[in-house]
């Protein structure tokens, strides 16, 4: 049964900085790429930022340069750097997975994480 389960949320000021864990269980992680979405109130779910083995990264425009995604295969681990957050980086945060290469649309994605809340206060 694959399990993915986020840590690292909270609350923090404009301009601080979190780093979001998912820790993955159940699946051949070097197999899979990893995914970060993230939800606003009202709004849909969108593409953050994604990784492939062995280090192939992409990121949603809004946060280049700010955020910086990596995973750690010894702890079948995928983090989220965020920096320089602003108050429009507030939302549930998602862990998604899928077969080998990363895409935008999360309807591609076949196992996701419960989330954990990012609030970014201005």
């Known amino acids: 049964q694959v399990q993915l389960v986020e840590s690292g949320g909270g609350l923090v000021q404009a301009g601080g900085s979190l780093r979001l864990s998912c820790a993955a269980s159940?699946?051949?992680?070097?197999?899979?790429?990893m995914a970060w979405f993230r939800q606003a109130p009202g709004k849909e779910r969108n593409f953050v930022a994604g990784v492939a083995w062995p280090m192939i990264t992409s990121y949603t425009d809004s946060v280049k340069g700010r955020f910086t995604i990596s995973r750690e295969a010894a702890k079948n681990t995928v983090y989220l750097q965020m920096n320089s957050l602003e108050p429009d980086d507030t939302a549930i945060y998602y862990c998604a997975s899928r077969r080998l290469t990363v895409t935008r649309g999360a309807g591609d994605y076949d196992y996701w994480g419960q989330g954990t809340q990012v609030t970014v206060s201005s």
């Open positions: 159940g699946l051949a992680f070097g197999n899979y790429a």
